[in-house]
C-alpha cells in the first residue's frame, strides 16, 4: 500500500533519505509537492495536496531534520 498525503511522518522519512542533509524548512511547498508526487512509494492524487498537509509533511521532516542534526 503506497503512501497518501496525510502519511506525513512516512513520507518525511522518505524525504529524508532522499535529501539528506537539507533542511526542510528551506524548502518551498512547489517543490516540496513535486517531490512527493514524485516518490515511487506515493499512490494518492498529486492534485489532492493542501498547504496544511504539506505543512505536516514539512514540520514531520523538519523534526527529524532536528533530531540528526542536533550535534551541530
Known amino acids: 500500500m503506497g503512501l497518501k ?3 506525513a511522518e512516512e ?3 522518505v524525504l529524508t533519505e532522499n535529501h539528506p542533509g ?3 524548512l528551506q524548502v ?3 517543490d516540496l ?3 512527493v508526487a514524485d516518490l515511487d512509494e ?3 492524487d498529486p492534485a489532492a495536496s ?3 498537509k504539506l505543512e505536516a509533511i514539512q514540520m514531520a521532516w523538519n523534526e527529524i531534520y532536528q533530531e540528526n542534526n542536533a550535534d551541530e
Open 11 to 13: 513520507i518525511a522519512e
Open 22 to 24: 537539507l533542511n526542510p
Open 50 to 52: 493542501t498547504e496544511s
Open 28 to 30: 518551498r511547498f512547489t
Open 5 to 7: 498525503w496525510d502519511q
Open 33 to 35: 509537492r513535486q517531490w
Open 42 to 44: 506515493f499512490e494518492d
